[in-house]
């Protein structure tokens, strides 16, 4: 079975632009979550879709958006970036059945994201 | 409430040492522990997991104790080898993954 997949893996944009990262989730898992990773933040969650419904979000601005579609693939958008959005973002998928709890999160290689 | 304190933040064992990485919680809500491990370049990958209704669960050379009336659960990893340096996160969920700062483990020969 194929793992994640995260396009692209490098980004570099500047500041005031958006970007829109995507995510393939394991095949049969409906669940996809969303993590930004920095040096000084550790592992933060962003939010959670399933069955293209948003069932959770962490704590970020709303500049910070998602999407899932039918086929479970998920996008996730910053706008109007800032420095402090450069970081690696992660996604997970699970199958999102036994709810997120106890659920096995498997986590794609990231998307780098660097903005000048 | 929501932090998942862990420590060391980083840790030098020998090859055949024991590693040892501690994390700390405050919600009582949490009802599922996990390890991640995270090699460079690479996503967090589930290494263990524990509920709160076990006290210690064993894979391998991987163990997690876990203290419900201390709200302290620690990742014990016997016979460390090389291929083991990495980072590794705890975490406690609810409806959420809330993962601790990560360590990064060196094992030396």
């Known amino acids: 079975k194929a793992g994640v997949t995260q396009t692209p893996r490098y980004l570099i944009k500047t500041r005031g632009q958006q970007v829109t990262l995507s995510c393939s989730p394991i095949?049969?898992?409906?669940?996809v979550s969303w993590y930004q990773q920095t040096p000084g933040q550790g592992l933060q969650f962003l939010f959670e879709?399933?069955?293209?419904?948003?069932?959770n979000k962490g704590n970020f601005p709303g500049r910070f958006s998602g999407r899932q579609f039918s086929n479970s693939r998920s996008e996730m958008n910053v706008s109007t970036l800032e420095l402090g959005d450069s970081a690696l973002y992660l996604c997970a998928s699970s199958s999102g059945i036994q709810g997120a709890s106890t659920d096995t999160q498997y986590f794609g290689p990231g998307t780098r994201l660097t903005v000048l | 409430q929501q932090q998942v304190k862990q420590s060391p933040q980083s840790l030098i064992v020998q090859k055949g040492g024991i590693s040892i990485i501690n994390c700390a919680y405050e919600n009582t809500a949490f009802d599922y522990f996990p390890w991640y491990q995270q090699f460079p370049g690479k996503g967090p990958a589930l290494l263990i997991a524990?509920?709160?209704?076990?006290s210690e669960k064993k894979e391998g050379r991987f163990t997690i104790s876990f203290n419900k009336s201390a709200k302290q659960f620690s990742l014990h990893i016997m016979d460390s080898q090389p291929g083991d340096s990495a980072t590794y996160f705890c975490?406690?969920?609810?409806?959420?993954?809330?993962f601790g700062t990560g360590t990064r483990l060196q094992v030396f020969p």
């Open positions: 975490a406690a969920s609810t409806d959420k993954l809330i």
């Open positions: 095949s049969g898992h409906r669940s």
């Open positions: 879709y399933f069955s293209e419904t948003q069932r």
């Open positions: 524990i509920r709160p209704d076990v």
